[in-house]
């Protein structure tokens, strides 16, 4: 019999595997919400000795979840891989998972499980891309600085054993900076250049890194701009095929969406459901419908959809937030309402 822990992991495993055709342990970690992104980040950029140390959970723990991870993977006939974790800083050094660093323990974080179904090319492919070491990253900071090697400060820096210095201290002073927004031009000349760094600034607001460029040589960057020239009819008819794709993708989806709908609430009206699941599902909305566990229509996230829309359509839920009520509040005063339509449409 699966235990409490095997269950939740399988839970975010199959999420994972139903998404990408493969699984990590850190899926599984994040899944479980053991892990933010922001701290396998935090990680991944070389600013932590360990995972371990970002954890809400010891090593012992974490190692169990490993544990019924293997277990459900050989259950599930998956093709095991192991892939190298290089941290993003200068010397590129190995990353550990745990803070005591045993081997075995440090093998199990690297195992990958991939779908027998893929290729031995696309697997090679996924391990490659996990293997690759990170983007170095420089910092737009928003507060004044000094470096901690000359006491100078600059439009951007770069940690390096959790001090900031500046570009010419880490011997970067040559690079030029490439705004955001040609996603293809910043691709060649990172492609082109043989040191470059993504620029970042801390977003307050939103509480994360947001990209703003590159870093890249000069050099790298003409080059760049010319091979965009020579190719740009063909870019533009790629990125309407890819349009046109990712419109039928959405659109097959959210009726897949509508009918799982309607089968937990078979009471819902037809329209009802697909207005539900065309609102939901809206690419790059950040909303429920388009969460992992959404796109493999897990019944939790459905049903959490929905109650979004009973919430706003269905309740007085908007004018209480207007007039000034806390969000909890208003969501406790609107409770019985919500179950009231998710009864009936149960029915």
Known sequence: MRSK???????????????????????????????????????????????????AVDTGRMAEALSHLRAWALSRDLVESEAVYTAGTR??????????????LERAFRVHWLSPELSEARRRQITERHSKA??????????????ADCGETGPYLIMEDDRPHCLTCADMDHLC?????????????????????????????????????VLVEEEAL????????????????????????????DAEFQTRMAAQIR?????????????????????GSGRVGRTAAARVLDENAITLA??????????????????????MTARERIRPRVEEVLTAWRA
């Open 222 to 249: 003409t080059r760049a701009e010319e091979q965009c020239l020579a190719d740009e009819e063909a870019r533009l008819r790629r990125r309407e095929r890819d349009r046109e794709r990712r419109a039928d993708e």
């Open 263 to 283: 089968r937990l609430f078979p009471r819902c009206p037809a329209e009802r459901a697909e207005a539900i699941a065309a609102h939901a599902a809206v690419r």
């Open 134 to 147: 990170p983007d170095l990253v420089a910092v737009a900071p928003l507060d004044p600085w000094t470096c």
């Open 306 to 327: 929905v109650i979004a829309s009973v919430r706003h359509l269905d309740t007085d839920y908007d004018e209480l937030l207007m007039a000034g009520t806390p969000r």
């Open 5 to 55: 822990l095997g269950g939740r992991v399988a839970q975010a495993a199959e999420i994972a595997l139903a998404t990408r055709k493969y699984v990590t342990p850190i899926d599984v970690l994040t899944g479980l919400r053991w892990l933010h992104d922001r701290h396998v980040e935090t990680w991944r950029q070389g600013r932590a000795d360990s995972l371990e140390r970002l954890a």
């Open 91 to 104: 010397d590129r050094r190995p990353l550990r998972f745990t803070a005591a660093g045993e081997e075995d």
């Open 177 to 213: 900076f490439l705004p955001a927004g040609n996603a293809a031009l910043s691709r060649r000349a990172k492609k082109e250049s043989g040191l470059s760094a993504v620029v970042v600034r801390f977003n307050r607001r939103r509480k994360r890194y947001e990209r703003l460029g």
